[in-house]
């Protein structure tokens, strides 16, 4: 499902410019006439046309002049507020401004041809009244001025109009009010602003360069490779696949697609599969066509891993942004803490006649291209993080955790002996657990659905510099269940590490719960959405599976057994074509039950993870029939807003099912579903920023808006648009793309929310596929198992507070074991003790057992024994570990 927000958005229409500058004297041709006496002054009109004949009129070059799209293609600066009231664009000017140019509202990128004559009409009004100047000027140095008004405004709206002639072309023009300059703080509202005159803008056509369409990042060696040709030859065609120095090292024929339907193109697919050599810039040519360049390496995914998660760092609120971590374009002061202009997040109140307290609701993340912070979001993003930490100790690829370590990301907690990963997820877990409602208050336990501001702000705006009230909108039952089945997921997760945190987090989790069963219908508003998304949901029953699925996962408890196995999603299929996303979370629960142990039965385990592989197969199948390979249907419906994320989600169930079943047909879809993102697409353009030859880089946000302002930095590395949106919910991309065909609708804009904006469950969605990518390596065969474990546990001493366990080797191989070491993570809070006839050691969750000298030798077929005390909790499950590794391959269990 797309996010469904309606949401005005302040934006520029073309380039990229600055905001505003002096009115620089210039050459300058007024034609206004002295109004009559009470009317508005009204540029005189040249004669009519000829009776019977009809006058064009001229081009309109303002976007959005009504304001019908609230404050979108506007920016407003210098400002204490701005928004729409009653239909108009209004602000708050701070009186004691110096210079008019102080302080502004106007927009950017207006085209404008020298010798043309435009006219610039407008309604305004300024309680109380005050001085605005009207400029039509350059947006960028010089500023050279066309049109210089000083328009003296009442409160009473009047209407202007001025014509005038430019005596120079530019792309970069600018309409400003400058509302600097007065001696007092008034209020100035716009309303029809139009300037007529030039010409109509051509019809927008992407530039989709060379017709054969690759992953422009590159290839594993040993997976899957497949380019997609455009073209309109219906007949094979041959192809070639040259290395850097142009030499051809594979070449074939391709196979004829006919029209694919998400692009409405006729298209051919390209299979070099069998070409393994590692190398970098490589070019498959085809059709008279070369494509972007590539690499095929095994660790192209590497960076990608630390990219990916490094967003949310640079998205954190309430801290300091360090530039020697991130690069000094992303430095900035902490936002929301109270400083001025900020109002705060550590003492928010809530929407008026919601609740009677306030809450201290710092930290977080940024949700994306606004500045609010909702639950349901976090949530998904949040899970996804812990889910990506949690795959190391069950996924026999996954090399036991170390690639997410401490010191592996660039946060300032590194070094403090917690995975980073754990780390990034806990800044948001904090945020969530001050979202809930304190005892004794109405409600109590349950979470506020989200915190933002009252109302929308224009664009760029750094953190710090948001002037808006902040407020606490109320509880919901959606919310109260992505913190209860968080907090949960929390609860097992950092045992090892905080046991304190982890004790908190769990408590708020059951509290939730108990909070969301004793109020199960209170839904998010969805016309609650002025100053940020209303991320409404009318079914919660999805989320009621996932809260339960993981508390009984952490607490091994009964009842929230009970729950989840009365849930018809239990045994339904939660596993949609169009993947899943912060609407749809049962798939989250399905997938934990799958992978993580619990004390399941061995038969209902059995079912879950079939129920997995089936879906993964239904994506698979789906993959085969798409041109493009990626696992989304090609009908208009499949995509929509935010669909690369569902995209990748349903890479996350491929990935899955290649995890538990060792099956590289599943790992290979999983690896071809990141060609789409990065390039292999009809658009030939990666989504991913920094990542391919041609990358999105202008992604909606009010935090990284180069677009609009060159002193403001583009989205860091790693930060991925939401994709192609049919439904075009934008009035941006509506008028740039109407009639596109899926795959086209998407314009690397900062304008387009809906096709264009970032957004934390979206990067949380590459984070997870990036790092299992990374952990294939050359994607190579993986070798055949040569060893068994059994694992018994004796049972939980007296008083719960410890277990004895004994671990049994066998070697299954033919040629002997000569020195082994064994590794495994615990699922919680378990702590080995102590051991007899091995060695053991223990870090966080992992635990490595080493022979001693008298049974370092294992002969095929023969077996040694071990075994350990270690302590744990009555309040989290103790589940038998299921991933065992053999001197770093795999056992059977």
């Known amino acids: 499902m797309p996010r469904t927000r309606n949401r005005p958005r302040s934006r520029p229409r073309r380039t990229a410019t600055t905001l505003a500058g002096t009115a620089t004297a210039a050459a300058l041709v007024l034609t206004v006439a002295a109004a009559p006496a009470g009317a508005s002054p009204t540029a005189p009109h040249p004669a009519g046309p000829p009776p019977g004949t009809a006058q064009e009129e001229p081009p309109e070059q303002i976007e959005n002049g009504d304001f019908s799209n609230g404050t979108a293609g506007w920016f407003t600066y210098g400002t204490t507020s701005s928004g729409i009231v009653d239909g108009r664009l209004c602000a708050d000017a701070p009186g004691g401004l110096v210079n008019p140019w102080d302080g502004g509202i106007g927009q950017n990128d207006v085209p404008l041809i020298a010798g043309e004559t435009y006219a610039l009409s407008f309604e305004a009004s300024a309680d109380p009244g005050a001085t605005v100047r009207t400029t039509v000027q350059l947006g960028g140095e010089p500023y050279t001025s066309f049109l210089v008004r000083d328009v003296a405004l009442t409160a009473q709206p009047q209407r202007f109009e001025y014509t005038f002639t ?25 309303d029809d602003v139009s300037l007529r005159g030039g010409e109509e803008e051509p019809p927008y056509e992407p530039d989709t360069g060379p017709r054969v369409r690759v992953n422009q990042v590159g290839y594993l060696p040993g997976g899957p490779k497949h380019a997609t040709l455009v073209t309109a030859a219906t007949e094979a065609l041959p192809w070639t696949l040259a290395d850097a120095a142009g030499t051809v090292v594979a070449q074939g024929t391709t196979t004829p697609r006919g029209v694919d339907q998400a692009s409405a193109q006729n298209v051919h697919t390209i299979t070099f599969t069998g070409h393994t050599a590692p ?26 891993r630390s990219d990916a998660l490094q967003f949310f760092y640079v998205q954190r609120s309430g801290i300091e942004i360090d530039g020697d971590l991130v690069g000094a374009e992303y430095a900035r002061p902490a936002g929301h803490l109270g400083v001025a202009p900020n109002r705060g997040d550590i003492d928010v109140p809530c929407q008026p006649g919601v609740c009677d307290y306030r809450l201290d609701v710092r930290g977080g993340w940024y949700d994306a291209g606004d500045h609010g912070k909702y639950v349901v979001n976090g949530g998904l993003a949040t899970y996804q993080l812990l889910s990506a930490f949690e795959r190391t100790k ?10 997410l370590g401490d010191g592996t990301l660039r946060v300032p907690e590194r070094g403090n002996g917690v995975p980073d990963i754990l780390d990034e997820a806990r800044w948001e877990l904090e945020f969530l657990l ?19 501001d009252r109302n929308w702000t224009g664009m760029p705006l750094a953190p710090e510099d948001d002037p808006e009230l902040r407020e606490l909108h109320p509880p919901s039952t959606a919310a109260t269940l992505n913190l209860a089945a968080t907090a949960a997921h929390a609860g097992r997760l950092y045992a090892p590490y905080d046991a304190a945190f982890a004790a908190r987090a769990l408590t708020a989790a059951k509290t939730a719960y108990a909070a969301a069963k004793a109020n199960p219908t209170r839904y998010a508003d969805p016309n609650d959405g002025n100053g940020g998304g209303a991320y409404s949901d009318g079914d919660v029953s999805d989320e009621f599976y996932w809260a339960a699925a993981q508390l009984y996962l952490t607490t091994g408890e009964a009842g929230y057994l009970a729950d989840l196995t009365a849930s018809p999603h239990h045994t339904g299929d939660v596993f949609d074509a169009n993947g899943f996303s912060w609407p749809s979370t049962a798939a989250l629960g399905r997938l934990d039950l799958a992978t993580v142990p619990s004390g399941l039965s061995s038969a209902e385990r059995d079912r879950i993870r079939a129920s997995v592989v089936a879906a993964a197969d239904a994506h698979r199948a789906t993959q085969a029939g798409q041109a493009y390979g990626l696992p989304l249907p090609g009908a208009a419906g499949s995509y929509f807003w935010g669909g690369n994320g569902n995209i990748l989600n349903n890479g996350v169930v491929l990935a899955t099912a290649y995890d538990l079943t060792g099956d590289v047909g599943y790992r290979d879809a999983a690896v071809q579903t990141i060609d789409y993102i990065l390039g292999r697409n009809a658009l030939n353009q990666s989504y991913v920023t920094g990542w391919g030859e041609k990358a999105s880089r202008n992604q909606h946000s009010r935090i990284f808006g180069n677009q609009l302002d060159p002193a403001s930095p583009n989205p860091p590395d790693g930060s991925i648009a939401g994709g192609a949106n049919a ?22 804009d900062i304008a387009s929310y809906a096709t264009n904006e970032v957004a934390i469950n979206w990067n949380s969605a590459l984070a997870w596929m990036a790092s299992f990518l990374a952990d294939q390596g050359a994607a190579e065969q993986p070798a055949p198992s040569t060893c068994r474990v059994s694992y018994v546990n004796y049972g939980i001493w007296h008083g719960g507070g410890g277990f004895t366990a004994q671990v049994t080797i066998t070697n299954t191989g ?19 003790r102590e051991a007899w006839m091995a060695g053991v050691t223990q870090q966080g969750a992992t635990v490595t057992v080493r022979n001693e000298t008298y049974n370092r030798r294992i002969p095929p077929g023969g077996t040694v024994t071990f075994g350990f005390n270690a302590t744990t909790t ?4 103790n589940p038998s570990p299921t991933l065992f590794t053999l001197n770093g391959t795999p056992c059977t269990t």
Not at 296 to 303: E, N, P, S
């Open 394 to 403: 069950t996924a026999a690829g996954a090399g036991g955790g170390a690639a």
């Open 727 to 748: 439904s075009l919910d934008d009035p941006f991309a509506a008028q740039l793309l109407a009639g596109c065909a899926p795959m086209f609708c998407y314009v690397d």
């Open 874 to 877: 009555p309040a989290l499950a």
């Open 434 to 452: 001050r979202m809930q409602v304190p005892a004794g208050k109405p409600l109590a336990g349950m979470a506020h659905h989200k915190i933002h």
């Open 814 to 832: 033919t040629t002997p074991v000569d020195g082994w070491t064994l590794g495994f993570a615990f699922s919680g809070a378990q702590k080995v």
């Open 166 to 190: 430019v005596t120079e072309d530019t792309e970069r023009g600018q309409v400003a009010f400058q509302i600097g300059a007065n001696p007092h703080d008034y209020t100035v509202c716009l």
């Open 279 to 304: 190398g970098t810039g490589y070019r498959l040519t085809a059709d008279g066509e070369t494509s972007h360049p590539f690499d095929i390496t095994g660790d192209l995914y590497d960076q990608l």
